[in-house]
């Protein structure tokens, strides 16, 4: 039995079978390609939303320099804790960060950043404690050094006048 001698009917059958399996495995590598392609969407939107979180970390990094310059000016405790407070969001948003990095150099990163942000929270009590010490070594320590200092010189002047005056006398006579 050759090819030529089946049926229409069956040739017809065959030829929608054949195009059938083919429109079936085509369809079979569209969707694996969609699903590749959700994944690679959804990894894109993930590393999108860790670059945006690292950019507001950069941002209130800056706010917070910002912030220890007004306090150096004002020595407001409010400026503190609102340093404090945009401390505390940035680690907050490395945290949030570091939960959905996979990768182990970017996870190196992060460590690296997650440490060099705690020693920014430590620096923002020292600055406080330092301004204090400073308002209170040029409020009170020094104007009492310079009152000894001024005394000091006073005392200096009189005994020099006084040298002066009892020379003066001892040439009149």
């Not at 969707?31 to 969407?41: E, V």
């Not at 440490?115 to 020292?126: K, R, T």
């Amino acid at each position: 039995m050759s090819l030529l001698n089946l049926s229409i009917k069956f040739k017809i059958f065959v030829g929608f079978f054949i195009i059938l399996a083919i429109f079936f495995i085509q369809s079979i590598f569209v969707l694996t390609s969609f699903s590749k392609i959700a994944d690679s969407i959804e990894e894109v939107k993930k590393t999108s939303d860790n670059v945006s979180n690292i950019l507001r970390v950069k941002s209130e990094l800056s706010e917070i320099q910002r912030e220890a310059l007004v306090f150096g000016l004002s020595g407001k405790r409010s400026v503190i804790q609102k340093m404090t407070k945009i401390h505390t969001g940035i680690e907050q948003n490395l945290e949030k960060v570091n939960r959905e990095v996979k990768d182990q150099d970017q996870l190196d990163i992060l460590e690296s950043m997650k440490s060099i942000i705690s020693s920014y929270g430590d620096q923002i009590q020292n600055l406080e404690k330092k301004y204090r010490d400073l308002e209170n070594l040029l409020e009170l320590q020094l104007p009492q050094v310079s009152s000894i200092g001024t005394k000091f010189l006073i005392k200096k002047i009189k005994k020099i006048q006084i040298k002066k005056e009892s020379s003066a006398r001892e040439h009149q006579r």
